[in-house]
């Protein structure tokens, strides 16, 4: 099989070298896969990031970069990810070093079972409120969509690249376009299969997704996109 690889990165300048160089060890030593790309998706970072990933596709073939200017949100990111993707697999994490992506070998066990095979955080390396946030967010696509997923924003996913080109195109932003992806999927009759994974502490760095502004913008996102899918 061939393999994409992708990392959103928004002022990840300390981690991004360390997850990259982390997961290029990795899909070099995968038994299954013939070739394999990595994406930086750098999604308009104001620190040194966009220069780290652009010093890494040069200096390793099969890495390259792809810049927003400005910033797109972490939806707009993933779109961008899968639209670059070349090949008929396409997995992606994120890239503040919270998986191991050495776990990867565990969906690709499940890749003639399923066509998105979905990380679920076994144990979330998060702050308390952060945990409840993500409870009560979770909870929405439950109810809206009946959407049956353990951890739907788990940022850890292996994915057709069928899957992204067969589906109406994505119009959700930040988090709901993950909860698009997944309800449009489940529509159009395409098979789920759930890994847990770990969650390790982030160790530098600051999360963006919990912030007023990217809350408000979901939850208005949501409910069109519930408006649009009735």
């Known amino acids: 099989m061939n393999l994409s690889i ?5 002022n990840e300048e300390k981690n ?5 160089r982390k997961a290029l060890a990795v899909a070099r030593g995968l038994e299954e896969v013939e ?24 200096e390793i073939s099969e890495v390259r970069v792809v810049h927003h200017d400005p910033n797109r949100g972490y939806g707009g990111a993933l779109k961008t990810g899968f639209k670059e993707s070349k090949y008929s697999w396409v997995a992606f994490a994120d890239s ?16 003639d079972e399923a066509d998105l095979i979905l990380g679920y955080r076994l144990k979330r390396a998060d702050s ?12 929405i696509p439950k109810i809206l969509f009946g959407l049956g997923v353990r951890d739907y924003s788990c940022g850890f996913k292996l994915i057709r690249k069928e899957v992204f080109e067969a589906v109406p195109p994505l119009v959700g932003e930040e988090k709901v376009t993950q909860i698009e992806m997944l309800v449009k999927a ?3 009759g ?3 299969a759930e890994i847990g994974v770990h969650h390790y ?4 760095g600051t999360q963006t997704g919990a912030s007023p502004k990217v809350v408000l913008k979901s939850l208005k996102d949501l409910l069109t996109l519930w408006r649009r899918l009735k």
């Open 186 to 188: 489940k529509r159009w």
């Open 190 to 192: 395409f098979k789920f």
């Open 201 to 204: 502490p982030r160790t530098a």
């Open 6 to 10: 992708f990392f959103p990165a928004y």
């Open 128 to 139: 308390l409120v952060r945990k409840v946030y993500t409870y009560g967010w979770g909870l």
């Open 35 to 58: 070739l394999f790309e990595i994406i930086i998706v750098n999604d308009g970072s104001t620190d040194k990031t966009g220069e780290i990933a652009d010093r890494l596709a040069s």
């Open 96 to 111: 503040d070093g919270q998986f191991d992506f050495a776990e990867i070998e565990k969906f690709l066990a499940k890749k």
């Open 16 to 20: 991004i070298e360390t997850t990259v």
